[in-house]
């Protein structure tokens, strides 16, 4: 005797249910280059989560180099690019530590330019802890001179509306990186800070914490509301 088939969606068997979403639609609201926007809103044990991400590039375009480490490694599909070190419709297998950059031959160009549009698939393992690292190289010598780890699983807990949990990762990441003296222990060379105004992760971060916050105001507003009109 054979079990019946389990089918994402069912109810009987999860909370999860069928859905669609336009990569190039999401574009819009994402919070900077390279952010990545999450398409579903399921990041439990055992998911897969695609998100999608973009860069393009910029006359003044500042140095844009870091690198990351996942327990589990991501997939990258690219969906579109114009001079992207990928190709339209390339899919890549990241190492488990593995460079991020604009993912442009040329970053440092006429706006727009060059451009990529991404999906970046994360596994979530089975459960916790699950250590994801960013770590910064001297770009003179290569030389690690700073790393930052966390357990994604450990990401702070909302009530209404989930977040990505590696991007606070990246946001503490830099936020705590350009507060260093960035100073390169092998060779000397000082560092520029990263770019956080660009990638946007804290941005990202801010708007899933005041959303949440938001909309808790408003729900204890309308307990007191039935509270009263109880009395």
């Not at 190039?24 to 999608?52: C, I, R």
Request: charged letters at 20%; glycine letters at 6%; proline letters at 6%.
């Amino acid at each position: 005797m054979t079990s019946e088939p389990v089918w994402f969606g069912d109810a009987s068997v999860s909370a999860k249910s069928p859905a669609k979403a336009n990569v190039f639609e999401t574009m819009m609201s994402h919070q900077g280059m390279q952010q990545q926007k999450e398409l579903f809103p399921y990041f439990e044990p055992d998911d897969l989560v695609p998100a999608a991400a973009f860069s393009y590039s910029l006359p003044n375009m500042p140095r844009f180099h870091f690198y990351h480490y996942n327990d589990q490694q991501e997939i990258v599909l690219t969906l579109a690019a114009e001079g992207g070190s990928l190709t339209t419709g390339q899919l890549y297998v990241q190492s488990a530590t593995h460079g991020v950059t604009m993912f442009l031959k040329k970053a440092a160009a006429p706006e727009m330019e060059n451009y990529q549009v991404s999906i970046i698939t994360i596994r979530m393992k089975d459960a916790g802890p699950q250590n994801e690292a960013m770590m910064f190289r001297c770009g003179s010598c290569n030389e690690v001179i700073f790393r930052y780890d966390r357990d994604v699983y450990a990401g702070p807990p909302h009530k209404y509306y989930r977040e990505l949990p590696n991007i606070r990762l990246y946001a503490d990441a830099v936020d705590a990186f350009n507060a260093t003296d960035r100073i390169c222990p092998g060779c000397g060379q000082q560092q520029e800070q990263f770019p956080q105004d660009i990638a946007g992760w804290r941005r990202y971060a801010q708007h899933v914490t005041l959303a949440n916050k938001a909309r808790q105001q408003i729900a204890d507003a309308a307990e007191r509301s039935l509270q009263g009109a109880n009395r």
